[in-house]
């Protein structure tokens, strides 16, 4: 990648974490406003993951085939990012809509720096 392709490719410095609008004041931060739906698909979506780590851990125990192993180390990661696909669209659509409406400026920028950086660092 060109230099100045990279450079601005960076993560954004983030001054003070982001708030999920939907928080509770005085709680640790915790997702309180996840589908039931959304979230029991995520985990079955990890149940399904977890089996095939095992599978993974037998492949290489058993000296199979590197292109193979490979080939369903793909298949894990895209199902990994199919989970955070749901959990993006989850804080897009509940935490970060509101905290971007929200009328204090720090607030709305902080949730601003979160998503490029989880953009940036984690869905490419």
């Known amino acids: 990648m ?6 601005q ?3 954004p410095a983030r001054s003070q974490p982001a708030n999920c609008a939907c928080a509770i004041p005085g709680e640790p931060r ?3 406003a996840v589908h039931p739906e959304l979230k029991e698909a995520n985990r079955h979506r990890l149940r399904r993951i977890e089996g095939q780590i095992r599978g993974l ?3 290489v125990e058993d000296d199979r085939y590197c292109a193979d192993i490979i080939t369903q ?4 990661q895209e199902a990994l990012r199919g989970v955070a696909r749901n959990l993006m669209r ?3 659509h509940h935490c ?11 607030e709305a920028e902080a949730m601003y720096d979160e998503l490029l950086e989880l953009i940036y660092a984690h869905l490419r």
Not at 73 to 76: G, H, L, T
């Open 9 to 11: 490719r960076k993560t």
């Open 2 to 7: 060109p230099a100045s392709l990279s450079s």
């Open 30 to 32: 915790k997702a309180i």
């Open 96 to 106: 970060a809509a509101k905290a971007l409406r929200s009328t204090k400026k720090a």
């Open 73 to 76: 180390v793909a298949s894990v």
């Open 57 to 59: 851990q037998k492949m």
């Open 90 to 92: 989850n804080h897009l």
